[in-house]
């Protein structure tokens, strides 16, 4: 596969993922407010507190596909290995783990709350741990990106 190919591939995934999130942002997150609402009025507003919270915890989400959607663009013009990308790839990162610390710091506002079960307790935990490893992943990706950019650099020059 050929690197306009990948950066196709790549591209095509960043959209679903898009539209996803959208889905999840503009459907998904309104249906379940109105319906968890209805089964349990007493919990009305800390549902209501935590669909915000989710949806603020989205946007981040966004601005990583887009830092994403730009190494494609690196990729598909042959400069996947550039310090533009590092910087995404930082960027990618950072976010990651402030959607995480958010994330954990909702968990545990809700908790002293003791308003949700184990179950959301559990998917707040994965989540928590996918951010973590989608950050770990993103740095590790940029050293070694650096690496590459540099070691690239030095064979241009001797070439």
Known sequence: MDQKKLALWLKGITVVLCLMLLCVFFVLCPMLDNGLSVLSPANRENYRAFFIAARVMLLPCFAALW???????????????CAENVRYLKNIAVLALGDTALCFLTTVGFACLA???????????????IGITVAVAALVLAHLTEK????????????
């Open 67 to 81: 830092f994403f959607w730009r190494i494609c663009c690196n990729i598909g013009a042959d400069r996947s290995f």
């Open 115 to 129: 308003c949700f079960g184990a179950a959301f307790y559990a998917a707040c935990l994965i989540v928590i741990v």
């Open 148 to 159: 590459a950019a540099a070691l690239k650099a030095e064979n241009d020059l001797t070439v």
